[in-house]
């Protein structure tokens, strides 16, 4: 099997990556190092040269684990990624906080046991994020462009579940020093998330891609009966989650598929499929895009914003169902901190239930019911900052090994 290599900048990447967001772990929910070095041995035996990792993983332990196996391999054999948590900065912290960059900084290279990072991200860079890390006072991105200049960082780019805006802003202003952009990027969200206008964006900068989340979590490799049935039919030697890669391999300007594998036999599936194996056909694309339209079982919101101009307390309505279609599907970490990002007047709950935007509303969603469903659901959700307290405790302590 010889691994599929994409050109970055004069050099050579597998165009699949291993990303430890996902790492195996033991019954006592520590990570299974055995396995990870098992996986990375394997993985760079067989062409996989990029590994991504971030301070949060994992408690902020991801990082230390992989930099163990990778210490155990030539450090030319390999490319390392990590990630700065600004979207973990909220209000309170101050410069000195454990989110100083220069600290954080540090602190991972001591933890990957490496003098550099082949590629750095400043990570997820969403709409609630994106001033704390335009922040002057923070100055995340001057010390990462500075570390770039000095040698530290080799590429740099950003992560983003963020909006189109949001993403624009990013590249209006720091476009000049950004190399890659990471978005989540597969079939299921090329129209639940827009995921496509994000690509466009993307094509349209001429910046290259990074695909975070091909398979939705594992949701598009675990599917029901009925289209289990229906991809076996035409390729019955293939994994339910290669159709989720192999549509990626179709997508112009995707340089790297980031795959977050939890055991072995995933890893080998894995590498199968970025190493042989023929790109989709039209008939199987038609049918992957049926498949995700029955999946989505979503609020059939087109995002016009007819509904946005009457609406008497502002509310980004659009935004708010298409928040609610992500709780509905498949809630995730990401959907969760960017609710808890909101202003409490852009919440659901501040809507006053006046029906002007049912009335103008063309797919005749019943607006106000759909919103007070939302502002229920988020009502729901853990203690927030219960849990981000928690996670910087954590984190600290990974920091103190």
């Known amino acids: 099997m010889s691994m599929k290599m994409k050109d970055f900048k004069g050099i050579k990447l597998s165009n699949m990556g291993f990303g430890a967001m996902r790492l195996p772990t033991l019954e ?30 994992h408690g902020g332990k991801s990082e230390i684990v992989m930099g163990k196996a990778l210490k155990r391999h030539p450090r030319d054999s390999f490319y390392l990624a990590t990630k700065f948590p600004g979207h973990q ?9 454990i989110y100083d960059p220069a600290t954080v900084f540090a602190d991972q290279l001591k933890k990957c046991q490496v003098d550099y990072f082949d590629f750095y991200l400043m990570h997820n860079i969403s709409d609630h994020a994106l001033d704390t890390y335009m922040d002057t006072e923070w100055g995340i991105f001057d010390y990462f462009i500075e570390q770039k200049k000095l040698g530290k960082i080799k590429y740099l780019g950003f992560s983003t579940h963020g909006s189109i805006p949001c993403m624009a802003k990013v590249i209006e202003k720091y476009g ?74 179709g997508i112009p300007g995707v340089t790297m598929v980031l795959s977050g594998m939890s055991d072995f036999n995933q890893m080998v599936d894995n590498v199968k499929t970025f190493s042989e194996g023929e790109s989709l056909k039209d008939n199987e694309l038609d049918l992957l895009f049926d498949m995700a339209e029955g999946m989505k079982n979503a609020i059939p919101c087109t995002a016009c914003r007819y509904c946005c101009a009457g609406c008497p307390k502002g509310l980004d309505i659009p935004n708010l169902l298409r928040i609610y279609n992500d709780f509905r599907y498949a809630p995730n970490l990401m959907t969760k901190l960017e609710v808890m990002g909101m202003k409490p007047e852009a919440l659901p709950d501040a809507c006053i239930g ?48």
Not at 210 to 235: F, H, I, Q, S
């Open 354 to 401: 006046c029906g002007k935007c049912r009335i103008a509303c063309p797919q005749n969603i019943d607006i106000p019911t759909e919103l007070k469903g939302l502002a229920k659901t988020i009502k729901e959700l853990p203690d927030w900052e219960k849990v981000c307290q928690q996670r910087d405790a954590e984190q600290l302590a990974a920091r103190q090994i």
């Open 28 to 57: 006592n929910g520590e990570i299974d190092e055995e396995q990870v070095f098992r996986m990375t041995d394997y993985a760079i035996e067989h062409g996989v040269n990029y590994f991504d990792t971030a301070y949060p993983y």
């Open 176 to 249: 000049e020093h950004l190399d890659f952009c990471q978005i989540q990027l597969n079939y299921l969200d090329w129209t639940l998330q827009n995921a496509m206008g994000k690509w466009k964006l993307l094509q349209d900068a001429n910046m290259p891609i990074w695909v975070m989340e091909p398979l939705r979590g594992g949701k598009l490799a675990n599917l029901n009966e009925e289209n289990t049935a229906k991809l076996k039919a035409l390729r019955p030697d293939e994994s339910i989650a290669s159709w989720g890669y192999r549509w990626l391999q």
């Open 89 to 97: 900065i909220r209000g309170k912290y101050k410069k000195d906080s």
